[in-house]
């Protein structure tokens, strides 16, 4: 690749003062040649560059249809249909075996099946249409799919298909991004690599925010390095924008990229420092007003006619933003939560911390097949393109994707707070940018031997790390792990030698390194959209692949009471038990043992795993009663990470005379009252929020509701407040209340007091 010298700016620009760019140029024309497989590079204009004659104005306008297959004049003819396919492909891969996973998260589907009956609930992010409580985040990634549901009813597929096209749909910003400054090539490289690594293909399917926030992101780094075109306002405005609704999605992780992004943008665009930092300005203030006007009227509203604010300690959204959804998850000091801690290379309750971390065994099948290879383009990008001026676009864009990625896996890699294998999709787009710019340019530079080199060594780390993270699951396709070495090798040999190579034989070798290189997560792509997946806590690709299930045992020095890896995975009616949990199980009668592990299954009703008793059994939830643990038939409660599986008979049960009362029932713990209203359609109160913690109702307010007749029925059993928890904690005084006071119900293994029947005496 060539630069040009300080004359012209990295966009093809002229320049006025300092590397400021003239008006009226045009920024598609770049400075360096295109690659030798696409259209010629065009030359440097001397005169501003006009647009092309509208139809009508001297030629003839082409159909809709064929200009969308043909896609812009400048791309070579087999981009945009290449462009297509591969979104055709995306979307099919996505949307195959959909269904099989049920209602997922069902904490999330709970809020969204309230949103699709309560335009209150849908506002605010209630778990139920009655507004008892909020889950604990913002309620962004819940409208889309509220929205849905309210069109085509409750179903898996009214709740999914809308973060399947969120996938899409970041396939297709990310090579729209890369399309202008490194070829059609390049897009089509990282569309795919995105499409096709495991943890994307498990997040895009499923409805935590997780899906909406790595669009969002994509978006925002394709704004900022349009931006860096031209320095236009407007773009660096929708980067604000896109941001302030990533904070609504998932909170202040959506402001993980800002240092970078901001840092280069003050440094690189192609206008004047003055206005760099101006633009900077108005971006933060579209950020504030997108993602603050929604923060601004929940902390305005009367706490007394709102939902509780789920996972905070004081009903507020700011204290769940910058404590337990925020610093919390960096230095693991997260109050009501299930317990933080680690750090600085330690072993935490989340896992190990440290440098590694993206690597290691919980967490590199996810994510780090292309992570090696990913840092060695991005430093020979920066060392090729060292020497060109400021404002050059090539840079700006390695820095822009670069500093995203750098600074995102440096954060996930020390947090010592709550921290799930999912979350490192974020990491997706950007590794899989930098591996798309990063090969398109050292092919254009392949003549020079330190550029083929480089390419070399990507495609032999790619190879040899796909075989390391092969062979931690040995029994699953143990042929493949030598295929993706030898073939890696293979390809690798050929491009130290691509220059002696005919054109054929190079593009075979080129070829067959990229196919080296993703057939490992493309393999554990088809397995992940193979299984179905349900719960809190999901991994991509086949059982074993990744040990890590929350705090407990399994790998990476999992410690406590939680089962780590356990997992049911079921396809159709199926079930087959997954590995053990490292933990120490329930008995199946409950009793003291360790909460239930992971539970990945088709047909979205979860079932225990004890723990290191493995099998079907109830995973016993702390001091709770026979029935009470477990999640397994009848309508048992469901645990803190998994819903509950409920029968006929308990769901007739909450649903006759439901409309009479504002809540059919209450129950501790999210995942466990979201299964109830799921099955009966019928709003029942989450007591403590997601873990059973929070500090509503509190017991004064539960036994108004219950003296008013607004609830009818209390789930024994759930969450971490719930049978054994703190004698301290509310929800433990509002059980405690209830089991002295109120008759019981026993529907198969399922546990109820009948609110509306106080026993003799009580």
């Known amino acids: 690749m060539t630069t040009q010298p300080d004359t012209s700016t990295g966009n093809g620009t002229g320049t006025s003062g300092a590397g400021d760019p003239s008006p009226g140029t045009d920024a598609r024309f770049a400075t360096s040649p295109a690659p030798s497989w696409g259209p010629p590079a065009p030359t440097l204009p001397s005169e501003p560059v006009r647009p092309a004659a509208a139809p009508g104005a001297g030629e003839p306008a082409r159909p809709y249809l064929h200009r969308a297959w043909r896609g812009r004049p400048e791309d070579p003819r087999w981009a945009r249909p290449a462009f297509l396919a591969l979104l055709l492909a995306t979307t099919v891969l996505y949307l195959y075996g959909l269904s099989a996973s049920g209602y997922a998260n069902s904490f999330y589907s709970a809020a969204v099946q309230a949103g699709s009956q309560s335009w209150k609930a849908f506002f605010f992010?209630?778990?139920?249409?009655?507004?008892?409580?909020?889950?604990?985040?913002?309620?962004?990634s819940l409208w889309p799919m509220a929205l849905s549901v309210r069109i085509f009813g409750l179903s898996s597929w009214a709740i999914l298909v809308p973060e399947v096209l969120m996938g899409v749909a970041t396939v297709g910003v990310l090579y729209a991004a890369l399309r202008r400054r490194f070829g059609p090539a390049a897009g089509l490289i990282a569309g795919a690599v995105l499409a096709l690594t495991p943890v994307a293909a498990l997040m895009f399917r499923f409805n935590n925010p997780d899906a909406m926030l790595a669009l969002l992101m994509t978006v925002t780094v394709y704004c900022v390095i349009r931006g860096l075109e031209d320095g236009r306002t407007k773009w660096l405005v929708w980067a604000g924008v896109a941001v302030g609704f990533a904070f609504l999605a998932k909170t202040l992780q959506a402001?993980?990229?800002?240092?970078?992004?901001?840092?280069?943008?003050a440094v690189c665009a192609p206008v004047s420092l003055r206005k760099r930092f101006a633009q900077i300005g108005?971006?933060?203030g579209a950020m504030v007003v997108a993602g603050g006007w929604w923060v601004a009227i929940v902390e305005l509203w009367p706490a007394s006619s709102r939902p509780y604010i789920g996972g905070s300690q004081n009903n507020s959204f700011l204290e769940l933003t910058f404590g337990y959804n925020g610093l919390g998850r960096i230095n693991g000091d997260e109050t009501g939560s299930v317990g933080g801690g680690g750090g600085g290379g330690g072993t935490g309750q989340w896992g190990e911390t440290g440098w590694n971390r993206m690597f290691n065994s919980e967490i590199g099948s996810q994510i780090s097949w292309l992570l090696p290879a990913a840092l060695i383009l991005l430093v020979a990008g920066l060392v090729l393109t060292r020497k060109a001026?400021?404002?050059?676009?090539?840079?700006?864009?390695f820095l822009a994707w670069g500093g995203a990625l750098l600074m995102t896996a440096l954060v996930f890699s020390y947090m010592a707070g709550i921290f799930h294998q999912y979350y490192t999709v974020a990491l997706a787009p950007y590794i899989a940018a930098v591996v798309g710019m990063g090969a398109t340019v050292l092919w254009e530079e392949r003549g020079k031997v330190w550029a083929s080199l480089t390419l070399a060594g990507a495609a032999t780390a790619s190879a040899a790390w796909g075989y390391v993270l092969l062979d931690r699951t040995s029994d699953y396709l143990p042929w493949l792990k030598w295929l993706v070495l030898v073939g890696g090798l293979t390809g690798a040999l050929g491009l130290i030698f691509v220059t002696r190579l005919g054109r054929r034989l190079a593009l075979a070798a080129a070829a067959l390194s990229f196919a080296a290189a993703i057939a490992g997560p493309t393999a554990y792509t088809l397995s992940t959209v193979n299984t179905g997946h349900s719960g809190s806590i999901v991994t991509a690709g086949p059982s074993g692949a990744s040990t890590m299930g929350g705090p407990g045992g399994g790998g990476g020095g999992m410690r406590g009471g939680f089962p780590g890896g356990g997992q049911n995975q079921q396809n159709g009616n199926g079930a087959q038990n997954g590995q053990q949990g490292g933990g120490t199980g329930g008995p199946p009668t409950g009793g003291t043992g360790g909460f239930p592990g992971q539970n990945q299954q088709g047909n979205g009703n979860t079932q225990g795993n004890g723990g290191t008793r493995g099998g079907n059994q109830q995973g016993g939830m702390p001091g709770g009663g026979?029935?009470?643990?477990?999640?397994?038939?009848?309508?048992?409660?469901g645990g803190l990470l998994n819903g509950a599986n409920v029968g006929s008979a308990a769901k007739a049960l909450l649903s006759k005379n439901a409309g009479d009362y504002t809540w059919a029932a209450a129950a501790i713990g999210s995942q466990n009252s979201a299964s109830y209203q799921l099955a009966t359609g019928k709003p029942v109160m989450a007591i403590g929020g997601f873990n059973g913690t929070d500090p509503s109702p509190t017991l004064a307010q539960f036994k108004k509701y219950v003296t008013d007749g607004k609830i009818h029925y209390f789930i024994s059993g759930g969450g971490m407040g719930g049978g054994g928890g703190a004698s301290s904690s509310t929800s433990s005084r509002i059980s405690s209340w209830v089991t002295a006071n109120f008759k019981k119900v026993t529907v198969g293994s399922a546990t109820f007091y009948d609110l509306t029947q106080p026993t003799s005496g009580s």
């Open 626 to 637: 026979p029935g009470e643990g477990g999640m397994g038939g009848g309508g048992g409660a």
């Open 255 to 265: 402001f993980l990229i800002l240092p970078p992004l901001a840092v280069l943008y």
């Open 125 to 140: 992010g209630s778990l139920d249409s009655a507004n008892a409580i909020t889950v604990d985040k913002p309620p962004a």
């Open 282 to 284: 108005l971006s933060a």
């Open 389 to 397: 001026k400021r404002t050059d676009l090539t840079r700006g864009s």
